[in-house]
């Protein structure tokens, strides 16, 4: 079995629980270990248990608890080079030392006690992004977000999950009237950005199955996007679609900001 739940996930912090009964890893480590050590604590695992944290990218909200984490724990690091490079290239970041770092390369494949974890590049305005598929036995599990779109190569990785956490960042409509500067809202808008609500429903009707037992909407902005809007937009592309299946019939929710989500079991 492996359990999945977000620490949190949003665009000001991000952290996915990733575990079975003997192993333990985090995607990102966007908060302070206070809170991701709340959060373990709540599903019942140490902070020292942590066997692995794997990063996809090099940005504050995927990376801000990382200094303290090593400082008082040492539990490895997993990054591609660019990330490593951009990571250690910052503020208290510097404090982090190159042993602390297990350099891959996407599209490679890490075993931590019993998971098999798998990365794939991602498009996003970072050194050298990428995401994370879980896998133990046949059960796989994945965490995708802050990609500004997706291929092909993006969908074949993401086919065949049990379970996923999945960008919907934003409402296309509500960052386009909103306060944001025009420069961020065509950084956000581009390729290299985030999926807005409706691009994460498009992804979603591409890699449905049958054995789906939770999907997270996640890393919502707080500005420009509103929970009960990413799940009904998304709801409403599933079932407008030509995808066999009702999107009020998935079991999808929205990744609560902070705090945790619902604990999916696969």
Request: hydrophobic content about 40%; aromatic content about 4%.
């Amino acid at each position: 079995m492996i359990r999945m739940a977000t620490i949190a996930s949003g665009s000001s912090g991000n952290c996915t629980y990733i575990g079975t009964g003997d192993t333990h890893v985090i995607i990102d480590a966007g908060i302070s270990m206070k809170r991701i050590r709340e959060g373990l604590n709540e599903l019942d695992v140490d902070l020292r248990d942590l066997d692995a944290i794997f990063v996809t990218h090099e940005h504050s909200d995927h990376i801000a608890g990382l200094p303290m984490i090593w400082k008082h724990h040492q539990i490895p690091i997993y990054s591609t080079a660019g990330t490593m490079k951009a990571v250690r290239g910052a503020g208290s970041n510097r404090a982090i030392s190159d042993e602390a770092f297990h350099v891959i390369r996407a599209g490679d494949e890490v075993t931590i006690g019993d998971l098999a974890i798998r990365s794939f590049p991602i498009s996003h305005d970072a050194a050298d992004p990428v995401a994370y598929v879980a896998s133990r036995g046949d059960r796989r599990v994945a965490v995708a977000t802050d990609m500004g779109r997706f291929d092909a190569g993006v969908e074949k990785e993401l086919t065949g999950l049990d379970a996923l956490v999945i960008e919907a960042n934003h409402d296309i409509r509500m960052l386009q009237a909103g306060p944001y500067p025009w420069p961020l809202k065509q950084r956000i808008l581009s390729d290299y950005g985030h999926l807005s609500n409706d691009a994460s429903g498009e992804l979603l009707i591409r890699i449905l199955n049958d054995h789906m037992k939770g999907i997270l909407l996640g890393h919502l902005s707080a500005q420009n996007n509103l929970p009960e809007l990413a799940y009904e937009t998304v709801r409403v592309e599933i079932e407008l679609s030509d995808a066999p299946y009702h999107g009020s019939d998935l079991p999808i929710e929205v990744a609560p900001r902070a705090g945790l989500s619902r604990i999916i079991e696969v």
